[in-house]
């Protein structure tokens, strides 16, 4: 029950992150394009680096002492990667949302949905694995944990403003879009609870859910956040906010590790 109640917290503050990172867009502070395309990029060095150093290679490692050998845990982290990435792909394709430039995506029914809506639930499936890669890395331990939903909490200061900025520039109040922002970052919560759950269920699944997370985040990595970062001709600022976020996710990691 301890680690379920610390996988939860750490959502909860990587979701109260999301919203502090709006509070800007309040007060009339206003980003270009260039500087939403470096913080993405940190965005997604971030995730990166806690993919490998916060999941996959624990993933391995747990996976090896179970098995007693190199090659299963190999290959449970391959499957595990793959199912992830999988599962973020079929939300993507199954549910219908809408991006800030590229449009509509997923499901026919969007027009049911108001259009704030389908924005929402775009971000959500961008902040769901984040929100369950802070839980199953409470399943590790603590420290393990806490390493994580730092780096996470970090990154999603600048994108919960980027949000916040976008839905601003698309004529909503900035009140509606303090609230629609502080909307995306609770389902990192209701993430972070199911995995915690997950590999608190039975050890067996440990290295499968630490796989799993870092998979989905590899996916929101290439699908979403590079090529976003790419498409407005700032590929040498996001470049260098990526480098910069992996960088310091893996010091935070080796430190608090």
């Given amino acids: 029950m301890q680690d379920i109640l610390w996988g939860v917290g750490g959502g909860m503050i990587a979701a109260i992150a999301t919203t502090a990172g709006a509070i800007p867009a309040l007060i009339g502070r206003k980003m270009t394009q260039a500087t939403s395309d470096m913080m993405l ?16 290679i624990p993933g391995i490692e747990v996976a090896q002492e179970q098995t007693g050998s190199v090659w299963i845990a190999a290959a449970i982290a391959a499957f595990g990667i793959a199912f992830g990435s999988g599962f973020v792909a079929w939300l993507n394709h199954a549910i219908p949302h809408e991006h800030f430039k590229t449009g509509p995506e997923g499901g026919a029914d969007q027009a049911t949905f108001a259009r704030i809506w389908l924005f929402v639930l775009a971000i959500s499936i961008h902040n769901f694995p984040e929100g369950l890669s802070i839980g199953v890395a409470y399943g590790v331990d603590r ?5 994580v939903m730092t780096g996470i909490s970090l990154q999603d200061m600048p994108e919960g403003l980027a949000v916040a900025v976008a839905l601003v520039g698309l004529g909503y109040s900035r009140g509606r879009a303090l609230f629609y922002t502080a909307l995306t970052g609770m389902v990192e919560p209701v993430g972070a609870l199911l995995g915690v759950v997950a590999v608190s269920v039975s050890a067996v699944l440990l290295p499968w859910g630490l796989t799993f997370a870092a998979g989905a985040m590899l996916y929101i990595i290439s699908h979403e956040i590079v090529p976003e970062t790419h498409r407005n001709g700032h590929q040498k600022r996001a470049t260098t906010g990526l480098i910069f976020g992996l960088i310091l996710m893996m010091f935070l990691d080796v430190t608090l590790g």
Avoid at 45 to 53: D, I, P, Q, R
Avoid at 143 to 147: A, D, F, I, P, V
């Fill in 41 to 56: 990029g940190f965005a997604a060095g971030v995730m990166l680096s806690a993919s490998y150093f916060s999941l996959i």
């Fill in 143 to 147: 420290t393990n944990g806490l390493s």
